[in-house]
């Protein structure tokens, strides 16, 4: 059965709209964990649009689950990883205009850049995923790399509406689900996944985490952080 991990970067998206100290993105983790949530995520981005470091630092010591810091695999940021130790750090790309992160990791393309990376991540005793598209040049590439687990985006699966195109990207996600598995790597998916197509997703046997959050925020702006995300829960665990 697959562990649920809620992103809560867009409840400090709501208090960086007014610069002010509310809602506290850490209330909000804990009450995803009352909620059913096993993880904890949240993206440090360079240009601090939503979570801040004192977020992250906070998070670290206030929750009783795990924490996956996702980032951009640059010094500053791996220095900031190192010093608050996360459980887990998911290297993601990153551009300063996007909106959400527009895609996965090129890890193929530049294992030079990432293997130092890795490495020393690695080496402080963090469990290291790369952020990438369902592709097995790139799931192949992670292995060699030496990361824990990638974490496949699922933006193409939830994009489509015809059901053709859905079971297609699917089917895509499966395959290399199975092969990463295959690879020895630990094998998340995230990215657009909604309560109204999750449930495929989670019944995949080869992923271990879907870390979603957009969907859940919202939902809880109607119904609250612990039944949004209880929802989310029941329907990832009915796989």
Same mark, same amino acid.
Do not use: K
């Given at each position: 059965?697959?562990?649920? !991990?809620?992103?809560?970067?867009?409840?400090?998206? &709501?208090?960086?709209?007014?610069?002010?100290?509310?809602?506290?993105?850490?209330?909000?983790?804990?009450?995803?964990?009352?909620?059913?949530?096993?993880?904890?995520?949240?993206?440090?981005?360079?240009?601090? $649009?939503?979570?801040?470091?004192?977020? #992250?630092?906070?998070?670290?010591?206030?929750?009783?689950?795990?924490?996956?810091?996702?980032?951009?695999?640059?010094?500053?940021?791996?220095?900031?990883? /190192?010093?608050?130790?996360?459980?887990? #750090?998911?290297?993601?790309?990153?551009?300063?205009?996007?909106?959400?992160?527009?895609? !996965?990791?090129?890890?193929?393309?530049?294992?030079?850049?990432?293997?130092?990376?890795?490495? $020393?991540?690695?080496?402080? !005793? /963090?469990?290291?995923?790369?952020?990438?598209?369902?592709?097995?040049?790139?799931?192949?590439?992670?292995?060699?790399?030496?990361?824990?687990?990638?974490? /496949?985006?699922?933006?193409?699966?939830?994009?489509?509406?015809?059901?053709?195109?859905?079971?297609?990207?699917?089917?895509?996600?499966?395959?290399?689900?199975?092969?990463?598995?295959?690879?020895?790597?630990?094998?998340?998916?995230?990215? !657009?996944?909604?309560?109204?197509?999750?449930?495929?997703?989670?019944?995949?046997?080869?992923?271990?985490?879907?870390?979603?959050?957009?969907?859940? &925020?919202?939902?809880?702006? /109607?119904?609250?952080?612990?039944?949004? #995300?209880?929802?989310?829960?029941?329907?990832?665990?009915?796989?």
């Amino acid at each position: 059965m697959a562990r649920l !991990g809620v992103n809560i970067d867009h409840v400090a998206t &709501v208090r960086q709209a007014r610069r002010v100290t509310y809602p506290d993105p850490l209330a909000a983790a804990r009450a995803a964990e009352a909620g059913g949530a096993d993880a904890i995520t949240v993206h440090l981005r360079e240009d601090r $649009r939503h979570i801040q470091d004192a977020d #992250v630092v906070a998070l670290r010591g206030g929750i009783r689950t795990s924490l996956n810091l996702e980032m951009a695999a640059t010094a500053a940021m791996v220095a900031f990883a /190192l010093e608050v130790r996360p459980d887990d #750090v998911c290297l993601v790309p990153e551009r300063r205009e996007e909106i959400t992160t527009e895609g !996965g990791l090129d890890a193929a393309g530049m294992e030079a850049a990432l293997r130092p990376v890795i490495d $020393r991540l690695r080496g402080a !005793g /963090l469990r290291v995923a790369l952020f990438i598209d369902p592709d097995e040049v790139q799931i192949a590439a992670s292995a060699r790399l030496g990361a824990n687990a990638v974490e /496949l985006h699922t933006g193409r699966y939830c994009e489509p509406r015809d059901a053709g195109a859905i079971a297609a990207e699917l089917a895509v996600v499966a395959h290399a689900a199975v092969r990463g598995r295959a690879l020895g790597l630990a094998v998340n998916a995230g990215h !657009g996944l909604r309560y109204d197509n999750v449930s495929p997703i989670a019944a995949l046997p080869e992923i271990d985490v879907l870390n979603i959050g957009h969907s859940i &925020v919202a939902r809880a702006l /109607l119904v609250g952080m612990e039944r949004a #995300v209880g929802e989310m829960r029941a329907l990832v665990a009915s796989r």
